[in-house]
């Protein structure tokens, strides 16, 4: 396997208060909804958008003597996605209820994995430019529940439960405090995104609310958290809070900043941060006090009397392993180290999967350079004009690739190309056929290119004195040579020859 390619780590973000100098640590827990058509522990639908209530059995609804029977598939997917951040797996995991009340929350409690989760430690490395990245560790995925929804805004007196949602596979994926600014967060959130859409283990709708991210801020002075890495001591860091919920790249940006200057004007009044929970108001651009920081012991916790322990056998994981597909770190080394692409390239050329399977379709066989450029400058310019997605791309790997080899092949120039590109675009067809079809041909033939060039030094002979004296005006004998030719002639032979004839 390739090495990731080398990069440095990027600056902290800094906020200059009236009393120095803050950084700004931050921490994520990313709830990302396994993408399984069936619940985690029931075999009800998971559709987006149904009829409320209408994907809800008998164990969702907690009705009295109902079991809970895990879906093996669901178990696989965190098992993958613990694969593809490189983390540890656990071969054993329990299930633990994590007791509240909740109106859309029927059983009372959430079924989900405090002490002994699926997946341990594991990392992502978060590109922020080419040779800058920033690598966030993974303290641990574990399985648990979604919960149904609350809906306030139907009626004015009363409210509505929707259930579709209770009982549905989530991972929560937890950082540990390694991300220093706004912008890290959101690549971060978008890196767990790639990789798990990558993986097929959540499709990252984030509009949807399949994946979502509590965000954990705090701020302390330069060098605290230097100090906090060497120790390992959480205590040299400044008291967090937590902002819930967010399912926005932009907001959790926005988010953050506003709750780190929050923290600061706080601390320089001579105040300090409480530990809480707080909701983001996009309209507002601030945070509020959703509740203070509840703590495990207020949920009590307790081993889920219903489920065994999960065992799982290192063959199965092995498998699993051994079938997991390129992940984007990787590709994106391969795309540079093999293909010879810029970094540049090869992160826009990978940051979406079927982006990427058309690149590769379109460079197998070919010059990966050129492939590039034509893949990311005419597709990927033409697609974003007309708000398009790859998958309904009008022009497929195959006839890409076809105008790339009548390129290769010297038939068509450059400019025919685009042409070509145009027609394929708005008309379909196959490159060759069309390219012979409407006598798309750069003349090559050397006798035809001299006897053009003869004849229009024959007409200009002041024009010939001309470029004589100064060589740079020979270009004027190459353009009335394409002209004359209808822009078939190959424009280097025709160059070329030009300077020939001319002495030059
Ligand atoms: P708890 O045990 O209270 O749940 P954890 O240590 O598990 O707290 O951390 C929960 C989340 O908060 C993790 O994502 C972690 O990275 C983040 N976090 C912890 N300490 C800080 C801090 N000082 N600043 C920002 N985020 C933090
Ligand atoms: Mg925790």
Known sequence: ?????????????????????????????????????????????????????????????????????????????????????????????????????????????????????????????????????????????????????????????????????????????????????????AAYVAKLRQIMRYLGTCDGNMQNGNLRADVNVSVCRPGDYERYQASGDHSVLGTRCEIKNMNSLRFIQAAIEHEARRQIAIIEDGGTVVQETRLYDPDRGETRSMRSKEEAHDYRYFPDPDLLPLELDQAWVDDIAAALPELPDEKKARFVTELGLSEYDAGVLT?????????????????????????????????????????????SATQLGGILDLIGSGEISGKMAKDLFEIVWT????????????????????????????????????????AKANPKLAGWFTGQVLKATGGKANPAAVNQIVGQKLGL
């Open 1 to 185: 396997m390739l090495d990731h390619l080398s990069y440095t780590a990027p600056e902290a973000r800094v906020i200059s208060g009236a009393t120095g100098d803050w950084e700004l640590v931050i921490g994520l827990e990313v709830h990302a909804q396994v993408a399984s058509n069936a619940k985690l522990f029931s075999g009800a639908s998971t559709t987006f958008g149904a009829e409320p209530n209408s994907n809800v059995s008998f164990v969702d609804a907690a009705m009295p003597g109902m079991l809970p029977v895990i879906n093996e598939f669901c178990v696989e997917q965190a098992v993958r996605t613990g694969l593809g951040l490189k983390a540890a797996i656990n071969l054993i995991s329990a299930f633990d209820r994590k007791n509240y009340f909740y109106p859309d929350l029927p059983q009372g409690y959430q079924i989900s994995q405090l002490y002994h989760p699926i997946v341990g430690e594991g990392e992502v490395i978060v590109d922020m430019a080419p040779g800058v990245a920033r690598r966030v560790r993974i303290e641990r995925i574990h399985l648990e529940q979604d919960a149904g929804k609350s809906i306030h805004d139907m009626d004015p007196a009363l409210s509505f439960v929707d259930l579709n949602r209770t009982g549905v596979a989530l991972m929560e994926i937890v950082s540990r405090p390694d991300i220093r600014g706004p912008e890290e967060a």
């Open 351 to 395: 940051a979406e999967v079927e982006n990427a399977d058309f690149f590769e379709s379109v460079a197998a066989g070919r010059d990966g350079k050129q492939a590039a450029n034509w893949v990311i400058n005419d597709l990927f310019g033409r697609l974003r004009k007309e708000g398009l997605d790859i998958g309904a791309s009008p022009v």
């Open 427 to 466: 008309e379909g067809g196959d490159p060759a056929e069309i390219a012979a079809a409407r006598g798309m041909k750069q003349v090559t033939d050397l006798g035809a290119i001299e006897a053009a060039v003869d004849e229009i030094i024959a007409a200009n002979p002041a024009q010939v004195e001309k």
